[in-house]
């Protein structure tokens, strides 16, 4: 079995072109996602990270385009692939589950017809073969009655039971790679916690690489082996999650960690990153965090490279926090 990591994305870069000028949405970003892994993508919205993942999936529609970079899936350059090529690989080896799961539902068709085409779409099977794979996965995602609801159209169902039939779908054929984009968000904490087991279990069992997009650190706290923290189009912080989440080196990280409710004492006012992500339009010289950052220097006004700080530890930072008791006050 190869050990190449099943995605490697090296110095992506995608851009939009407006009237207003270009936006660098993603600008230089770069990881690995070695097989049966979970990667968590996290940041503020604005800061790339979904169309991180839509660069992957080949899904930027214009006046996007990714302008550099290798998005390398087993050693295929993605990025170089014709729509043809890449129809082949989506929704079979890659798959997407998006936030709003009406993105992968028809609304005037009953989910047997959908999952059914959606398996042979790609894979030679009967009807009855199709229907059964179906009705499995509707199971494996929590959905009771499985042959009752494949009967059913997405109107009928719940928003959380809409997401859970896009989530199936996405596992239909058993992806190498999947792109998740906040998909548990609009769901309550109970079936989110199902989800996140049932797609744990899928990594660990069927060796499915996972980037999991979110805003929500105690997601990713629970579910990822590796987090990448983004801001303005950059990763600024990378590495083990429990090592990022307990020590962060970049501000920024530890401004979204001290941001979470749960660590705020009783009584005190919130503690929240001062300021706004800056227009990627119109990104100030030098760090992009510079003018909401605690620690910002003279030297912050030359873009810091992303470094190796720590042993393992990747941030983009002049000033990294390297002592517990910074991390208690940032």
């Not at 995602?141 to 996405?170: C, N, T």
Request: hydrophobic share 40%; proline share 7%.
């Amino acid at each position: 079995m190869s050990a190449a990591p099943t995605l490697e994305v090296r110095n992506l870069q995608t851009h939009f072109f407006t009237r207003a000028g270009v936006v660098k949405a993603v600008d230089g970003v770069s990881f690995t996602v070695p097989r049966g892994k979970v990667l968590g993508l996290v940041g503020e919205s604005g800061s790339g990270k979904t169309v991180t993942g839509f660069s992957i999936i080949g899904l930027v529609d214009p006046p996007g385009r990714i302008v550099g970079g290798e998005i390398l899936y087993q050693g295929k350059n993605l990025a170089s692939l014709s729509e043809e090529e890449m129809r082949h690989l989506r929704g079979n080896r890659i798959a997407m589950i998006f936030q709003d799961p009406m993105m992968t539902l028809n609304p005037v068709l009953r989910i047997d017809t959908q999952m059914i085409e959606t398996v042979r779409a790609h894979t030679k099977v009967s009807h009855e073969e199709a229907r059964q794979r179906a009705r499995d996965t509707l199971g494996m995602v929590g959905i009771p009655s499985p042959d009752e609801r494949l009967k059913s159209y997405p109107h009928q169902f719940s928003g959380g039971m809409r997401q859970r039939v896009a989530i199936a779908i996405a596992l239909l054929h058993r992806p190498e790679l999947i792109v998740a984009d906040e998909p548990t968000t609009a769901l309550d904490v109970t079936i989110q916690g199902q989800i996140l087991a049932e797609v744990q279990k899928l990594a660990a069992t069927t060796g499915t690489s996972l980037i999991w997009i979110t805003h929500d650190l105690s997601v990713v706290a629970g579910l990822a082996d590796e987090i990448a923290v983004m801001y303005a189009g950059r990763v600024v912080e990378h590495g083990l999650v429990e090592q990022v989440l307990d020590r962060p080196l970049h501000p920024y990280t530890a401004g979204l960690i001290g941001s979470v409710p749960s660590r705020n004492k009783r009584g005190e006012p919130l503690r929240q990153i001062p300021g706004m992500t800056p227009s990627l339009l119109s990104l100030p010289a030098g760090c992009a965090f510079r003018s909401r950052c605690p620690r910002a220097g003279e030297e912050c006004g030359i873009e810091p490279p992303i470094r190796e700080i720590l042993p393992g530890r990747d941030a983009r930072c002049h000033r990294p926090i390297l002592e517990a008791a910074e991390v208690a006050s940032a």
